[in-house]
């Protein structure tokens, strides 16, 4: 039997990378610590008046209303059958295009000649085109890697995954 003390507790919740610990240190971090910051202490926002619930559950409606346009925004992008080039991600994401490919290899996405394994391009993260190229005198069918916009969003969150 091994036994945590409180302080031990919250140390292992702080590194785990698994999803619930996750969201308890954006919690602590985003919520609970910025507040203790601000005013000395950290309560969680009960109204104690009928004015203060009627104010609460506005202020929460607006947030819904004003997050609503981003979400229906966010939903179409990522539904839409666009996708670039593997060069134009690489530089969104903050990356130069041989060192991406390099990247999306030892993640596992692309195989050696930097074309996605088949489970990704089912999954919707990838499409693969053939492009005609002009070698002397005959036409060679090359395939050019695209990522989709669905792509992009989980390259992007592995790539979080990966620094945090």
């Known amino acids: 039997m091994t036994i945590v003390n409180e ?3 919250y140390s292992l919740i ?3 990378n698994k999803p619930e610990a996750k ?3 954006r919690w602590i971090t985003h919520e609970v610590i910025p507040s203790i910051r601000k005013t000395g202490s950290y309560s969680l926002q009960i109204p104690k008046t009928f004015s203060e619930a009627l104010r609460l559950a506005a202020d929460l409606q607006e947030k819904i209303e004003r997050d609503e346009p981003k979400v229906e925004s966010y939903d179409r992008f990522i539904s ?3 996708y670039q080039k593997v060069g134009e991600v690489a530089k969104i994401l903050g990356y130069g295009r041989n060192n991406f490919f390099k990247k999306l290899r030892q993640m596992g ?3 050696s000649d930097n074309t996605p394994y088949q489970k990704y391009i089912d999954r919707g993260y ?3 085109k053939e492009k005609p190229i002009q070698m002397g005198d005959q036409v060679i069918n090359k395939p050019q890697t695209y990522i989709t916009a669905k792509g992009i969003a989980y390259i992007d969150k592995l790539l979080h995954q990966r620094t945090a």
Do not use: D, P
């Open 7 to 9: 302080a031990g507790l």
């Open 14 to 16: 702080l590194t785990s």
């Open 23 to 25: 969201k308890f240190k």
């Open 80 to 82: 839409g059958e666009n």
């Open 109 to 111: 996405l692309l195989m």
């Open 126 to 128: 990838f499409v693969v």
